[in-house]
């Protein structure tokens, strides 16, 4: 068949659209499968092929699962809100809303003339009124549930986007939107209490299947911490200063004690700090610091000593000297250490620049050096002297702080609460009130959406102030408790907000009176297979499966975890092997594929590139040799033929592409699975014929990733209905045991030639066929036939 690309490809999309295969049925008999892809922020550079890549491992399932008669859900839309559209709509002075309806339509367009099997009809897009209602409406059910709350703080804050930003969003110091540094700043900001579900975000993780480096990253971002919570006193004061420590073990080892510069001991005593002013300029300095410059483990500590305050270690009532240091973070356990410089590499650093005392108390290594952290034998440590272990070390020593009443057990988190408010426009307003007589109230539910008011002006104020508070009418209402005068907030939710429960509202789109309808929901979720990039394991998919959880709890969702199984794409490189990017010029523009090769090659040849989680450079001459394996297939319908004789010599070839093919995709090896199409088209070559009901397993075998060209070629063979709904070929394990063997033949344990016999062969007929190949040229005369079955036919002969 001619493989025409530019007629093929438009005429099935219309077709697929027209008939609406690709439509979920909400309780449908049919098994369901709900597959989900990361949607797209619908960005002005349109889509790039790291999308198609992400979405064609979650289209190549679907499609299959919808051959295997399941009821599939794969769904698209788009997460709108944030601040490269506000930034584009300050720059070019157009409403936000206008660009993100053209960049929504463009991004729509491209991914339909890639042919993917989303189901249309379910599109959302977060910035939507009837979508952000949802999103305001589950804010305000964690607002009632005491899991929002106000606090001033020092937060990340990017001067250049002059937005708050979240940990999530400033690891490494940097902006996650502009990458410049980020600086901390104090400011009154709204937290969703994540941190109380941090160990329910620990225990779903069992019950998932998830990559394991995916698991650890979360694991290790939660970073759940069990130690001990001591109190000091501080020297006449009856002020206590608190310390967290992993290892209370070590008590009689403290010879000093760090709080952070930020920490408000220093304030409250300021009359009794003689060195206040050096203090005051250490502290200036620090504030300079990102917290990841900070938390480095550079060896050059910095601190100031406290001349005038002191602490009493409260196991041996020894006075020791208290330090403000910038090693010991004001957003961990307490913001205060009881340092062990033996037994702590960075106390260790830190005694020797200042000179502080250094008592070990477990034998080993070499303290001179460097601090030692291993186990061993207590020592200098009064009732634990003797105690061999630091499990029981710990045990011991929790009790007797109990028994004193100085201290007790604590767990601690490296997660820290969301911060949940930007000072910009183009986000969902929170739905909450600040009333001069009732504090905060929320937005009454009927009140919702509480809409984002036009504006024309969108730039965010000087002082960080959200240009909504410019807006009277949007910020002065009434109360809706005492019906007295009051004020809106005025910051909008951060960009995460919306994809934290998307995948819920697919499950129902269009309902008006609920996210979700509970019975849909039952229906659907969860989500069986969700694939999407690893930069998105700390943030989305934890504030997802937070979001997921709390609706659990409150008896809105039907499952505790959202997503049975997560997969992860690998990026697409340049073909320089960089980073694809605008400045570098290395970009492939998906459409430019499209065009030249066709939707067919562009999704077959993403998953054929490698390894699939697996970062791999865009080649040219690959995309090529994939175009060149979807011509041969086309050929192919010139070598369908009755002639058995020929094609049954295919049979075991066919089958077991279809057992790799059928097994590989379930593993996201799609590349392997391409590979052995193509190599089944080599054996078909040269046997010179295909049988037509080998021919349809093929093209079976090869419809989720080139959908055109297969519909076409089914229909060439005369089918009416849609290769996209024909059943997945079934795999005969039988059909693949070769019915003939090769057995060796020799003389006196000498190999002479190999025979092809059938398997099942007698020894007769064995050593019939061997005396046959061997004719006239035995060497002498046979004393003995030997067979042994299926591998040797030996003949001892004498000369
Ligand atoms: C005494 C001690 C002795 C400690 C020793 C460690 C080893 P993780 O595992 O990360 O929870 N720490 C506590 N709060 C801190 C803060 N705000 N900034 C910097 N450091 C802080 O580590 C907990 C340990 O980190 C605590 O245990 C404390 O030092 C330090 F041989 O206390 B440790
Ligand atoms: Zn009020």
Known sequence: MKYDVKKIEPKWQKKWEDARIFEAKDFDKKPKFYGLVEFPYPSGAGMHVGHIKAYSSIEVVSRKRRMQGYNVLNPIGFDAFGLPTENYAIKTNTHPRVITDKNIHHFTQQLKSVGFSFDWSRVIDTTDEDYYKWTQWIFLKLFEHGLVFRDTTLVNYCPHCKVVLSNEDSQGGKCDICHNDVIQLPKKVWYLRITKYADKLLEGLKDVDYPENVKQQQVHWIGRSEGAFVNFSVKGTDDSLRVYTTRCDTLFGV???????????????KDQIRNWDELEN???????????????????????????????????????????ADYVMMGYGTGAIMAVPAHDQRDWDFAHKFGCEIIPVIEGGDIEKEAYTGDGKMINSDFLNGYTNKKDSIRKMLEVLEERGIGEKGVQYKMKDWAFNRQRYWGEPIPLIHCPNCGIVPVPYDQLPLKLPKLDNFEPGQDGQSPLARVPEFVNCTCPKCGGKAQRETDTMPQWAGSSWYFLRYCDPHNEQAFADPDKLKYWMPVDWYNGGMEHVTRHMLYSRFWHRFLYDIGEVPCPEPYKKRTIQGLILGSDGDKMSKSKGNVIDPVDIVDQYGADTLRTYVLFMGDYSAAAPWNDSSVKGCRRFLDRVAGLTDLISDDRSKTDKLEAAV????????????????????AAMMTLINEISAVGAISKEQFETFVKLLCPFAPHLCEELWEFTGHEGFCSLAPWPVFDESKTIEDEIEVAVQENGKLRTRITIKKDATKDE??????????????GTIRKEIYVPGRIVNFVVSR
């Open 255 to 269: 010879t000093f004690m760090v709080v952070a510069p930020e920490h408000p001991l220093l304030d409250k005593h």
């Open 282 to 324: 250490y502290r200036k300095e620090c504030a300079k610091k990102t917290e990841f410059e900070r938390t480095q483990l550079v060896k050059d500590k910095t601190g100031v000593r406290l001349e005038g305050l002191t602490a009493i270690d409260p196991v041996n009532g020894k006075e020791i000297p208290i330090f403000a």
């Open 655 to 674: 089958h077991r592409t279809i057992k790799k093919v059928s097994d590989d995709i379930e593993t996201t090896k799609f590349n392997t699975a391409i």
């Open 766 to 779: 064995a050593i019939a066929a061997a005396k046959e190949a061997l004719a006239g040229r035995l060497t």
